[in-house]
């Protein structure tokens, strides 16, 4: 099992990125995809997740309205599209995956397989 992170980098406030998260290795169709996010000294907090069985989606709160999920399923791949950044997101972005569905309130622990992260700077 491998996920690969990518697309992050250094944008001004109001920029925006699109994180990529590759999957091999899982069936595509059994898993959720969450997008987390640490900073230091901090535990990887959700900040999306994307069932791929039903499209049902998580967003938290902090993010609503500004960050869209999606997926390419023949590319197994999901993307984290951010607009609207804010110094605030800041932090090194994750992508995980667990079987089934999105939790309500997704925790790190869920997740069974990791990617590298990838960091997102945003500047003010």
């Known amino acids: 099992v491998q996920l690969q992170a990518s697309g992050g980098g250094l944008v001004q406030t109001g920029g925006s990125l699109r994180l990529s998260c590759v999957v091999s290795?899982?069936?595509?169709?059994?898993?959720?995809i969450g997008w987390f996010r640490q900073t230091p000294g901090k535990g990887r907090e959700a900040v999306s997740c994307?069932?791929?069985?039903?499209?049902?989606?998580y967003f938290a709160d902090t993010v609503k309205g500004r960050f869209t999920i999606s997926s390419d399923n023949a590319m197994n791949t999901v993307y984290l599209s951010m607009t609207g950044l804010k110094p605030e997101d800041t932090a090194v972005y994750y992508c995980?995956?667990?079987?089934?569905?999105?939790?309500?309130?997704?925790?790190?622990?869920?997740?069974?397989?990791w990617g590298k992260g990838t960091q997102v700077t945003v500047s003010s």
């Open positions: 995980g995956s667990r079987f089934g569905y999105c939790s309500p309130y997704p925790l790190a622990y869920e997740y069974s397989n």
């Open positions: 290795g899982l069936s595509f169709g059994d898993i959720a």
């Open positions: 994307l069932s791929m069985h039903d499209g049902s989606t």
